[in-house]
């Protein structure tokens, strides 16, 4: 029961690892992310496309006390809840942890939220950008010198999404030795706060305060972009071995040879002109010359690829990293980030329309088909609308 995108991603993983998903929506809207857009591809929005594959969609009016029982009803044979409203109202209708719990203990339920379940701001909404200024995220992105920005893409909610699926699949280790469930809190501040874990932990060591410095890295040298003859490129010097292949690859056989350039700390020290020193070199020939020779010299090295490369980038594409939704025009989902050896082929079912799996659902739990017609005359359920017009 999570909207927008960290709860969406969490239950997606799962689902893409053999969960059964039931996407409990709220009757005639369902989740925010449906009206996210533009893009919408036949009504339906991209954003929403890309969170929501291999789910079943349960629409209820929680507002209503046979909508609420119904819920209930399909608690006490669940094996995972996952929600992310006010935990006020989450009390007021009995659909908290501690009473979810009494009547099923073996729930594994998980909370998420912008700020946690305790602390002082634990009632305050919170979004992605809001976690990103918070966590000090922003604090150190962007270019040398700029302002702060955010990172152009949903990272707490999904590295949310990503923490929740992990401390859910640990929990149901636990549930199936046992039989005891759990409670699972987890925020989009707490995972930005494990992003920026080097930051912080530089920081309290000692380091400056850190501020926007581009693609740059604040420990390694030589870890950044530059510019080649045509575009750019990355370059990634993590060790001292990968220095000295890459003083080879690049003819610069005096940075190489300069005992003082040995160890990062002192190319940090010098890091000034050993950078001007190598954009200088990398500017004379094309970015794909110096990828061919990095290649064969062992030297990771990239193009800052755009989205119109990256999902024709060969790699991705043998990885069929980029799923195209079932019977949809124009819409993809991006495969998770693991692969199981057991699956020859990724789970890949379509998003659901809102309320398609309603009726079923219900069957399942015990409903009769005359008391399904009730809740849906009442208006505590809903259907898809193709159904409805039936």
């Given at each position: 029961?999570?909207?927008?995108?960290?709860?969406?991603?969490?239950?997606?993983?799962?689902?893409?690892?053999?969960?059964?998903?039931?996407?409990?929506?709220?009757?005639?809207?369902?989740?925010?992310?449906?009206?996210?857009?533009?893009?919408?591809?036949?009504?339906?929005?991209?954003w929403f496309a890309s969170a929501n594959r291999n789910k079943l969609s349960f629409a209820v009016n929680l507002r209503t006390p046979e909508g609420l029982d119904a819920l209930l009803r399909l608690l006490d044979d669940a094996d995972v809840f996952l929600q992310n409203m006010n935990p006020a109202k989450l009390v007021r209708m009995g659909i908290d942890g501690e009473s979810l719990r009494a009547r099923n203990?073996?729930?594994?339920?998980?909370?998420?939220?912008?700020?946690?379940?305790?602390?002082?701001?634990?009632?305050?909404?919170?979004?992605?950008?809001?976690?990103?200024?918070?966590?000090?995220?922003?604090?150190?992105?962007?270019?040398?010198?700029?302002?702060?920005?955010?990172?152009?893409?949903?990272?707490s909610d999904i590295g949310t999404g990503m923490a929740a699926a992990i401390a859910i699949n640990a929990a149901?280790?636990?549930?199936?030795?046992?039989?005891?469930?759990?409670?699972?809190?987890?925020?989009?501040?707490?995972?930005?706060?494990?992003?920026?874990?080097?930051?912080?932990?530089?920081?309290?060591?000692g380091e400056p305060e850190p501020a926007p410095s581009g693609g740059t890295d604040s420990v390694l040298s030589v870890y950044q972009p530059f510019e080649t003859a045509d575009r750019t490129l990355v370059l990634a010097i993590g060790n001292d071995v990968i220095w000295q292949r890459f003083c080879v690859a690049a003819e610069l056989p005096e940075l190489g040879a300069d005992p003082a350039l040995a160890d990062n700390a002192g190319r940090r020290a010098d890091r000034e002109r050993v950078i001007a020193l190598v954009a200088a070199r990398l500017a004379e020939r094309p970015a794909t010359e110096w990828l061919r020779i990095f290649a064969e010299a062992q030297v990771p090295a990239a193009l800052v690829q755009s989205l119109s490369e990256v999902v024709k980038d060969p790699q991705v594409v043998a990885?069929?990293?980029?799923?195209?939704?079932?019977?949809?025009?124009?819409?993809?989902?991006?495969?998770?980030?693991?692969?199981?050896?057991?699956?020859?082929a990724p789970r890949n079912e379509r998003f659901p329309d809102l309320g398609a799996d309603t009726r079923r659902i219900l069957t399942r739990i015990g409903y009769t088909e005359y008391q399904i017609d009730a809740?849906?005359?009442?208006?505590?359920?809903?259907?898809?609308?193709?159904e409805v017009s039936r």
């Amino acid at each position: 029961m999570t909207t927008s995108y960290a709860g969406p991603t969490a239950s997606m993983y799962l689902a893409d690892l053999g969960a059964t998903v039931i996407k409990v929506e709220r009757p005639g809207r369902g989740d925010d992310a449906r009206s996210w857009g533009p893009p919408f591809v036949d009504g339906v929005s991209a954003w929403f496309a890309s969170a929501n594959r291999n789910k079943l969609s349960f629409a209820v009016n929680l507002r209503t006390p046979e909508g609420l029982d119904a819920l209930l009803r399909l608690l006490d044979d669940a094996d995972v809840f996952l929600q992310n409203m006010n935990p006020a109202k989450l009390v007021r209708m009995g659909i908290d942890g501690e009473s979810l719990r009494a009547r099923n203990p073996r729930l594994v339920y998980c909370a998420m939220s912008g700020f946690g379940l305790d602390g002082p701001d634990s009632a305050l909404a919170g979004y992605d950008l809001v976690a990103q200024a918070r966590s000090g995220l922003m604090s150190v992105t962007g270019e040398s010198g700029g302002a702060p920005q955010r990172v152009s893409t949903a990272l707490s909610d999904i590295g949310t999404g990503m923490a929740a699926a992990i401390a859910i699949n640990a929990a149901l280790v636990r549930q199936a030795r046992t039989g005891v469930g759990e409670t699972i809190d987890v925020s989009l501040l707490d995972t930005d706060l494990a992003l920026m874990a080097p930051r912080i932990a530089a920081y309290c060591a000692g380091e400056p305060e850190p501020a926007p410095s581009g693609g740059t890295d604040s420990v390694l040298s030589v870890y950044q972009p530059f510019e080649t003859a045509d575009r750019t490129l990355v370059l990634a010097i993590g060790n001292d071995v990968i220095w000295q292949r890459f003083c080879v690859a690049a003819e610069l056989p005096e940075l190489g040879a300069d005992p003082a350039l040995a160890d990062n700390a002192g190319r940090r020290a010098d890091r000034e002109r050993v950078i001007a020193l190598v954009a200088a070199r990398l500017a004379e020939r094309p970015a794909t010359e110096w990828l061919r020779i990095f290649a064969e010299a062992q030297v990771p090295a990239a193009l800052v690829q755009s989205l119109s490369e990256v999902v024709k980038d060969p790699q991705v594409v043998a990885r069929t990293a980029v799923l195209p939704v079932p019977g949809a025009r124009d819409l993809v989902s991006v495969h998770s980030p693991f692969r199981l050896g057991s699956q020859a082929a990724p789970r890949n079912e379509r998003f659901p329309d809102l309320g398609a799996d309603t009726r079923r659902i219900l069957t399942r739990i015990g409903y009769t088909e005359y008391q399904i017609d009730a809740l849906v005359a009442s208006g505590a359920v809903g259907l898809a609308a193709e159904e409805v017009s039936r």
